[in-house]
């Protein structure tokens, strides 16, 4: 259009018509795993197919990356992964929040959960003892592991208060999730510092709402000490702004920050140069620390050196930052994972029996982030995605008619979460070790903690009940009809409430 027209063009689609444009992909999963008897896990099979739709675009790629990672984080000595990309006359799917891992991860810890109660084992404890430790090689050609996630796995058991008594009617679920970061990436970023002390910062990542203009202004504000409402992020626009890749696979606090950073530790050489010349000392003999110039005879701001060292010229003092991840030929993904998304999804939820409403009473969610660079921002999109998990949980998919088509199309026949559907208590945490490749330590968040929502609330609903539901959405229907189908088993968890409760 904008070809044939000579000037830009702009598609816009109603909300029917999104519908029919993308969706994330459906999936049947079907696990086998063998354990010994002290829980230690032996061997896993998977068989995943996932529903692509009418055309390819990206997600058979999420498809292969999804089930790459799909036997979790765990140590699995034998796995034999299959999975198949099916075309079909419904829509297409794409890339969605998780990349392909929600769809195994519900399979794999709905067996993690079965083999806890066949063994007799407490589903945190068999967790432990087969959760890869921090640099252990748990995927063969691969990252190892990245983090000390036993520790994120017992910060959720604790926050839920995991072994303590519950009333009749409510029951616990815990759940892993781990996605691969990028495994290829390029950025570049360009910082100006100007002569008035001012910053403009130029970085390709698109920012839609994941907070990386604030996080660029973060580093630069914290490496050059100049306040943050004095740099302006030029983001987005591709005839300003350097090359960077993509904005995906959460890289951009890890790629483009990485970026950000040096071209801001080169603004500091060249300053430390420029303050070696004005004072006649070595440049080694100058430190530079957030922003100051630690000199023999005491301590100067970068922007104090600025004037002087300028002249009467001025001008300004440019950095150049790149951050690149290069392909490994033979890897199956292209490249072994830059970081993992790693979380632990904790619930006590409530189930009435009468009518299957299910009520979450706490959500847990905690996540191994390395060092969160906004604390209030990293809590923001865990927090966000387990909301947005609980609506594939508890109420999102389509209804297909035999040609294929969405017979509830908008936004009154498919339901998202409302403020009516959150956890009456939602806690986030995080985990930090400073143990990741990004600024700092830091390490891409953000998806982890809708990976494993579902496997969570089902666990906490059988908990409660008795009851296993392999198929999601887990509406009130389908929950009723679970508990009416088996009688027995909800009035045996009844009575193991009953024993569990105070009193």
């Known amino acids: ?51 692509l739709g009418a055309y390819a675009d990206i997600a058979d790629r999420a498809a292969s990356k999804g089930s790459h990672i799909s036997c979790g984080p765990y140590r699995v000595p034998a796995a034999r992964i299959v999975a198949r990309s099916i075309l079909s006359h419904t829509p297409p799917a794409t890339a969605f929040r998780g990349f392909g891992a929600p769809q195994p991860n519900w399979a794999v810890e709905s067996n993690m959960d079965d083999a806890a109660r066949a063994l007799g084992l407490d589903p945190v ?56 970061g990028p495994t290829t990436g390029l950025s570049y970023s360009t910082v100006r510092l100007l002569a008035d002390g001012s910053v403009i910062l130029y970085a390709g990542t698109s920012d839609m709402g994941q907070g990386s203009r604030t996080l660029f202004a973060q580093i630069t504000a914290e490496e050059l000490g100049i306040p943050i409402d004095r740099i302006t992020v030029v983001m987005g626009d591709t005839a300003v702004v350097p090359y960077d890749q993509q904005t995906s696979a959460s890289r951009s606090t890890v790629l483009m920050g990485n970026a950000v950073l040096q071209a801001c530790r080169e603004i500091q050489a ?57 392909a490994e ?23 009435d029996e009468d009518t299957g409403a299910v009520v979450l009473v706490r959500h847990v969610t905690v996540s191994d982030v390395g060092k969160a660079i906004n604390p209030l ?22 209804i297909f008619d035999e040609s294929g088509r969405i017979r509830n199309l908008g936004a009154i026949d498919y339901r998202i979460p409302t403020s009516m559907d959150l956890p009456v208590d939602l806690q986030s945490d995080v985990i930090e070790n400073a143990d990741g490749p990004g600024p700092y330590g830091a390490k891409g968040m953000s998806e982890g903690a809708l990976i494993c929502t579902a496997a969570a609330v089902a666990a906490a609903i059988r908990d409660a009940t008795g009851v296993v539901i392999r198929d999601l959405p887990l509406t009130p229907e389908r929950v009723w009809k679970a508990l009416s189908e088996r009688p027995q088993a909800t009035a045996a968890a009844r009575e193991t409430a009953q024993r569990r409760a105070p009193g």
């Open 125 to 180: 404890e068999l967790r432990l003892r087969n959760l890869a430790r921090k640099g252990e090689t748990f995927i063969p050609g691969d990252t190892p592991a990245d983090g000390e996630w036993e520790q994120t796995v017992r910060r959720a058991a604790e926050l839920i208060g995991w072994g303590t008594p519950l009333p009749a009617g409510r029951g616990r679920g815990v759940a892993l999730g781990i996605k691969s």
């Open 377 to 398: 921002q990293v809590r923001g999109q865990d927090e966000g995605a387990a909301i947005q998990g609980l609506g594939h949980t508890f109420m999102e998919h389509y």
């Open 1 to 51: 259009m904008a070809l044939r027209a000579g000037r830009p063009a702009r598609l816009i689609l109603t909300l029917e018509e999104t519908f029919q444009a993308v969706r994330r992909m459906s999936a049947e999963v079907r696990v086998r795993t063998g354990f010994l008897s002290d829980g230690t896990i032996t061997f896993r099979e998977i068989e995943a197919d996932y529903l």
């Open 329 to 351: 030929p033979g890897h199956p993904l292209s490249g072994s994972a830059a970081f993992y998304e790693f979380n632990c999804t904790a619930v006590e939820a409530e189930v």
């Open 270 to 326: 060249k300053v430390r140069a420029m303050a070696a010349r004005l004072h006649g000392i070595s440049e080694t003999a100058i430190v530079v620390e957030h922003g100051i110039l630690r000199l023999p005879d005491g301590p100067i701001s970068i922007t104090e050196i600025l004037k002087p060292g300028l002249g009467s010229l001025g001008g300004e003092v440019i950095g150049n930052g790149e951050s690149r991840k290069e």
